[in-house]
């Protein structure tokens, strides 16, 4: 099946199921274009270093767009109307984020899936991201959706309980990955960064020392 854009040409089209409800689609989105769009919502809504309920500031840098964007504080984790740095609603979710989370969600075998949420996670190569659970959504029927960007990563598949041994998963940039079904409440992190692109290069032109990971969800 291909139900493409030309804005998000599928440039290859292996697509694999790693494990029950773990669906790959490697080298899906056309990377340069998204990130201009990226840059938009960056002049609205800056990358920030939030805080854990326990008070540690995250190493990932993080802004939103979309009617609802996740955050954390002291008084913990949620999703907002409003962007807490400029007290004004999160932007809006640009239609080519939307379409290419839709799309890629009805490849991987979730039709229906359509995003209030998109999460913009900014990782430097010292940045990690710890196992955890996405369950501050209302409804876990709903599929994930994520797209890589820039540098690559090691992400870190567990079971839906806490511990044991983890599938490790390399994100290049165009990567994306969608959990759903089973796999919905899985835990999961990002070991590392990798400080060289997946072929020994530098990282990419656009984003040399970074990577940026852009979370589609469902959370109303
Ligand atoms: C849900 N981000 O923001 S992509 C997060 O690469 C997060 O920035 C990672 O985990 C990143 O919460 C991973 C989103 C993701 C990945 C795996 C999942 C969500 C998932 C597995 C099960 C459920
Ligand atoms: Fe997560």
């Known amino acids: 099946m291909n139900v493409n854009s030309d804005l ?54 993080i802004t939103n767009c979309g009617s609802v964007g996740w955050l954390s504080d002291k008084n913990g984790y949620r999703y907002s109307e409003f962007d807490p740095l400029s ?34 996670n900014c990782y430097s190569t010292e940045a990690r991201l710890s196992a955890h659970q996405d369950k501050d959504e209302l409804c876990f029927n709903h599929p994930i959706v994520s797209v890589s960007m820039g540098l690559s990563a090691i992400f870190k598949l567990y079971g ?26 899985a835990f999961h992190g990002v070991a590392r960064v990798l400080a060289r692109g997946p072929d020994g290069h530098q990282g990419l032109e656009f984003l040399p020392e970074q990577r940026i990971n852009l979370t589609f969800r469902r959370a109303l």
Do not use: H
């Not at 839906?160 to 409440?185: C, M």
């Open 87 to 120: 007290q004004l609603a999160w932007p809006d979710m640009p239609p080519e984020f939307f379409e290419l989370a839709k799309n890629a969600a009805a490849v991987a075998g979730y039709p229906d899936f359509e995003p209030d949420c998109c999460l913009v």
């Open 8 to 61: 998000f040409p599928c440039v290859r089209a292996d697509i694999e199921e790693l494990r029950e409800g773990v669906v790959l689609l490697p080298g899906y989105c056309s990377t340069p274009e998204l990130y201009k769009i990226v840059k938009r919502v960056l002049k609205f809504a800056p990358f920030r270093y939030m805080r854990t309920p326990g008070g540690r500031q995250m190493s990932v840098a």
């Open 160 to 185: 839906t309980k806490r511990g044991g041994t983890a599938l490790d998963i390399r994100l290049d940039d165009g990567d994306v990955l969608v959990f759903g079904g089973a796999a919905r409440l």
